[in-house]
């Protein structure tokens, strides 16, 4: 259990514990909600703090609330777009494999137009999608689609994007937020999926402002200090492939020698039973037009609700001072163990059924 | 030893070891240096690093360039002033008493004139102060002697302050520091005083802005991670009392149930050799005309040149987010023991004869 005061005889999970109640004292789960854009100053207090808000204005500009489904087919014509595609809704997320081991599961990619795309996409959410096996499509390139950190190099080539007829309608960087960090973004990424899509829990080394152009994503936050509770394990790699004899989708095991993932083994952390009882997750809505500032190293779980189309834009973490080495503190504190060990997940068992 | 990887055998010492470690790293001893004023958000940058910061440029107004003894003198004529006064120039420091115990010291306070206070001061350098009995006095009351929190409260009474005469010479604020933080100073200090007295090493709970506006203040400076290397040890408190017998100061134990003082056992962190090897220190001379940045959390001993004269401004420190509990994290993993026991201080034998 937690202490209020360590000792030389304490342990790193007593420490880690202490860390996450003293931090869990302090702040609550609160978190701040704008109805008006930050200046930049406003926005770095913020940052500083490294809190969620949430941003009622709207930040996505008039043209991208014409994002409907005619409108973007138009715009991308017949242009082939790269589609993460699984069986089960759940790219980059731990799957069990048929050999009853547990994986990292990359998804497959799949090349097709954004008509198709969004067809298909609109059809699940009707259970039209039965010709499809099942299948759940999810753009989620997250390459830096829209603009990549080389659109910004002058001294770069240029560089393109699958998803270049769109950039017009997408500001290449959020200014209040350049400004504040004093650098632009990394990568800007679209996002577009539905209801079947779910993006498993993890934290990123980046600052986060994602704004939702239609739909709705559901994020359950958990802070850096509660990492702990989301019992990190080591998973072996694995890619959903095409079969060609089968036209399935199979899920292969990478290489031996290819680099375990240091992932959650909570699956859904939405279910309490899942968590230790120290936990305080965030849960919080954003709609469309609405903006959520995620700050780097805060762990998120998503759902989206119907068609979501999302843009976001990752910038770089602070890497001078503190916050660099306390990240790694929380979650590095011990590399953690394989995730195919007897008691290394949570109840795997109802969770992977 | 600092270790590259934690393992839950890891004690708490090899943890803030690792901390320390990994901090110096991404940071070495490196500070930034202004050669012009910042912008609230230029230095809202710098705060969110919380490294130490020089600024070149002039923050005193020309007001304050104006003050020689003699103005000083004039402006605050026969109001009498608080001034520290010690046997060795270490108010505020751990120093042995005549049972042989050590104690955290706190100065005998004198009532007098500018004028008597800074003939002595000057006299004092020029080895003229043995009528005194070699007692070193030091301005340095810093309870927002300038300007106290209550100034700022349009609600609260008007306060006042010793140096009254002075304040239309003293900004009540640091603009581009109160914009950066939201918030106004908790307290704005007058320190004069000679190269006799020296500020033991400690750490506040404040960002500080320091401006030198006559000498020159030599600081020794060690991140809130090297806070493990100081050695806090619990000693019981003293004050320095004037004998009405014998006219000398004596310095007196507080009666039993006084807190005990936390403080860092190290007399001189200017000497290596009383310090642990994985430490760093920092060496910043701010000369007059010149600013310190000090973040808040930061160890710092201060001697300084001949008759100096400063004026610094405390801002509460962020409670929210992180910094609030990793500043407790870095100094409260245990109490520290007692500070009269064997092997308590760093080399007593040497720093206190």
Redesign the interface.
Known sequence: MAQN????A????D?LK??AN??YD??GVHYDVLRDPPT??EF??L?????PVLMKHSEAPDAMSRWSNEYLTDRMGDSPISIAVTPNGRADAITVGRDGRQYFAEPHVEKMTMRAFLDKITAELCGMNAEDNGEVLYLQSQNGNLYTAQYFDLSAEAETSEYGPLREDVPCENLWCS????KSPDAVNLWIGNSASVTSIHSDPYENIYTVVRGAKHFTLFP??EGWCLSERTYPHASYVRSQATGQLELVPSPPGTPGVRWSSVLDPTNSSALPAEVHPISITVRAGETLYLPAGWWHYVRQSEVTIAVNYWYDM?????A???L??LR????PPPGNEEGSGRDPDHTFS
Chains 1, 2 share one sequence.
């Open positions: 005061t360590l000792t030389p304490s342990t790193q999970e420490t202490w860390v003293e931090y302090l702040n930049p100053l770095l207090r940052v500083r703090i490294a809190r400004d504040a960090l004093d850096p200090t602070e890497s001078r001072g503190m660099w080495v306390w790694n503190f590095g504190l011990r590399e």
